[in-house]
């Protein structure tokens, strides 16, 4: 039989399948700290975003589950970057995950070096980290059982 369990994320994230799967999902959202340790070196550790201050760093994550008995397939999570953060470079990016990015409000997506901004003239200009508004992948194959985590990380403005 086929079916879909999706959990509902904060942030409207979308979770989009080939119509044999069966995923389940959630979304921790959770700021980085930095710990300095008995030897003076210092380690980036993450804890719950309770309460969070311009300037620090913000880690969006989605865990995902296959609890299928099959694979499933082609499965797209699209997720938006809040107003209120600037995305940070590099933070989204994972091997064997296509990840591409908008600037439209998640209306069109192209990968990072190919995204572009309108200017009110109607010409485009190369997308800042600053005009990302949605982050996209696209997951080829989860096995069943198979648990995996995708993230981004910005710096809340």
């Given amino acids: ?7 509902a994320l904060v942030a409207g994230t979308a979770l989009i399948g080939t119509s044999s799967w069966a995923l389940t999902a959630e979304q921790t959202v959770e700021r980085e700290i ?8 210092e380690t980036v550790k993450r804890e719950e975003a309770d309460t969070v201050v311009p300037g620090e760093s913000i880690v969006y994550s989605i ?3 296959n609890d299928l008995d099959k694979p499933a397939e082609n499965v797209v ?4 970057v809040p107003t209120e953060l600037t995305f940070s470079e590099g933070s989204a990016d994972f091997d064997g995950v296509q990840t591409t990015f908008s600037t439209d409000g998640g209306k069109t997506f ?3 070096e190919s995204v572009v901004v309108k200017r009110d003239d109607n010409s485009t200009r190369a997308a800042d980290a600053a005009d990302i508004t949605h982050v996209k992948w696209v997951v ?3 096995t069943p059982d198979q648990r995996g985590s995708l993230s981004f990380k910005g710096k809340l403005n």
């Fill in 140 to 142: 080829a194959s989860i």
């Fill in 77 to 80: 999570l699209v997720m938006p």
């Fill in 34 to 41: 930095i710990v300095k340790n008995e030897d003076g070196s």
């Fill in 1 to 7: 039989m086929k079916r879909a369990i999706i959990a």
């Fill in 63 to 65: 865990n995902y589950y």
């Fill in 110 to 112: 192209a990968l990072r």
